[in-house]
């Protein structure tokens, strides 16, 4: 006779505990039990659902790899999935900043990590250009050391073009990250 298991829902440690020991049907349950209110914070972010739920699907596969190598540390899973998932789509916009010099700002120079339809190049574009308009919205303290930061520039670079103490600089980003998605 099968014997059903039974899931301890309401502890997101146990049940992230039982997958690191094998068992997928946790991290299912982890991922149904938050999926909806990520999905919403994502979307807030991205400004699209489609690039939310590729941000989704990449967050989850990036909480799946860190569970298993043990990397999880944290007690707040809901808080843990949010912060890949944002620091995840914040690498993105980075990236596709950082064109070579010579090259143009056209969505065909995006490079996509799977063969892209028409359909996926203006989802990408739309979501660049809504991403720049919601940053061009920060107050001017924060867009000052936000714009640099997506532009690649390291905080210690910042810090001099400003002429500010590091932990400012830092405490200004992040800060000015929280505005960013409070805006969306």
Not at 83 to 96: A, C, E, L, S
Not at 107 to 134: C, H, R
Not at 138 to 158: C, F, M, Q, S, T
Request: net charge positive; proline share 4%; hydrophobic share 35%.
């Amino acid at each position: 006779m099968l014997r059903k298991t039974t899931y301890p829902i309401n502890n997101d440690h146990l049940l992230v505990e039982l997958f690191k020991n094998g068992d997928d049907n946790a991290f299912e349950i982890l991922f149904k039990k938050y999926k909806r209110g990520l999905i919403v914070k994502f979307i807030k972010i991205c400004k699209n659902r489609s690039l939310a739920e590729d941000l989704l699907q990449e967050t989850c596969l990036k909480a799946i790899i860190a569970i298993k190598d043990g990397k999880y540390q944290n007690k707040n899973f809901p808080g843990w999935l949010y912060v890949i998932g944002f620091n995840y789509w914040m690498t993105q916009i980075k990236k596709d900043r950082r064109l070579p010099l010579g090259t143009t700002n056209d969505i065909q120079d995006y490079q996509l990590p799977y063969s892209a339809s028409p359909e996926d190049l203006f989802v990408k574009e739309e979501g660049v250009m809504l991403f720049n308009k919601t940053v061009e919205l920060l107050p001017k303290k924060e867009y000052a050391v936000l714009r640099p930061w997506l532009d690649g520039y390291h905080y210690k670079e910042i810090q001099e073009m400003l002429n500010i103490p590091i932990g400012t600089c830092r405490s200004r980003i992040n800060r000015a990250k929280k505005t960013f998605i409070n805006i969306g």
